[in-house]
């Protein structure tokens, strides 16, 4: 069973910046899938940024050109750098792996197996 463990969210002025990390316990095999989506109060777990180990990367419109994805093999992690953070970007953030063989990595919550406990950010 895969364990996901996220960290460095925290509280920012607008503008600021945070990365998030996730330290996934197992090594995905070839062809896996690993992505950040973030859920606010009262609303839906929303997609944001997804891996694909190949290096294929996909964003949601309104984090493109702040937010970038990447993972670092040594250590296993997944990470989340966040640039200009705006006040909607406030959010519980969560990250997730896909348990099965994928091709793109879908910011669609069912396409994720497993998934972290999540982080709190807070831009105010």
């Known amino acids: 069973h895969v364990q996901l463990v996220e960290s460095g969210g925290g509280s920012v002025q607008p503008g600021g910046s945070l990365r998030l990390s996730c330290t996934i316990s197992e090594t995905p095999s070839p062809g896996y899938c690993v992505g950040w989506f973030r859920q606010a109060p009262g609303q839906g777990r929303e997609g944001i940024a997804g891996?694909?180990?190949?290096?294929?990367?996909r964003y949601t419109d309104s984090v493109k050109g702040r937010f970038t994805i990447s993972k670092d093999n040594a250590t296993n992690t997944l990470l989340l750098q966040m640039n200009s953070l705006k006040p909607e970007d406030s959010s519980m953030y969560y990250c997730a792996s896909r348990g099965a063989y994928c091709v793109l990595p879908y910011l669609i919550e069912s396409y994720y197996d497993y998934w972290g406990q999540g982080t709190q950010v807070t831009v105010s």
């Open positions: 891996f694909h180990s190949q290096g294929r990367t």
